[in-house]
């Protein structure tokens, strides 16, 4: 529904859902430029995500989650590709050196499933219900992006206020 409002859980944006069209121009578009990207347009592809955590915590146990981060980001927001596809993260895992049959296999079975749903599950319990997201040993948790300098202080204060 073109509410202004993000879609029910389960459901797709449209491309061209004002929700989207906001959360772009407003946070996605400044932050690119902040970093020194001219951002492209709002990417076509509307994605399901849950298959490329899991291709991130099959980088993350061989030593490229780093890396395997990097390359979606890449692929959704600068090539428009569908992370949600298992050959699309195959192609960017096999990219990246890590071993195309293994990464295959685990995104089948379903192997990383449970993890991820874990790392959702904490995420939840902790407050994080939006990207970026992080926390600190007190408790507090951050959403959204921040300027750089913010961000330091607020890692810095660790609760003291500062």
């Known amino acids: 529904p073109a509410s202004g409002r993000a879609p029910p859980p389960g459901t797709l944006p449209a491309v061209?859902?004002?929700y989207?069209?906001?959360g772009w121009t407003r946070i996605?578009?400044?932050?690119?430029?902040?970093?020194?990207?001219?951002?492209?347009p709002l990417?076509?592809?509307?994605?399901?995500?849950?298959?490329?955590h899991e291709a991130a915590?099959?980088?993350?146990a061989h030593g490229a989650g780093d890396a395997m981060a990097a390359a979606l980001y890449a692929a959704y927001f600068g090539e428009d590709r569908d992370?949600?596809?298992?050959?699309?993260?195959?192609?960017?895992?096999?990219g990246l050196g890590l071993d195309r049959s293994a990464l295959k296999v685990a995104l089948d079975i379903d192997q990383y499933t449970d993890a991820v749903a874990a790392e959702q599950r904490?995420?939840?319990?902790?407050g994080l219900r939006g990207v970026p997201a992080g926390g600190r040993a007190?408790?507090?948790?951050?959403v959204g992006w921040r300027p750089y300098e913010e961000l330091r202080r607020w890692l810095r204060s660790d609760g003291e206020g500062e």
């Open 20 to 22: 989207m069209v906001d």
């Open 43 to 52: 990417p076509r592809v509307r994605t399901r995500t849950r298959k490329a």
């Open 122 to 126: 904490e995420a939840l319990r902790r």
């Open 57 to 60: 915590a099959f980088a993350r």
């Open 16 to 18: 061209d859902e004002p």
């Open 28 to 40: 996605v578009e400044p932050l690119a430029r902040s970093l020194g990207i001219e951002p492209g």
């Open 83 to 94: 992370i949600g596809r298992i050959d699309v993260l195959v192609a960017i895992g096999r």
């Open 138 to 142: 007190d408790g507090e948790a951050l």
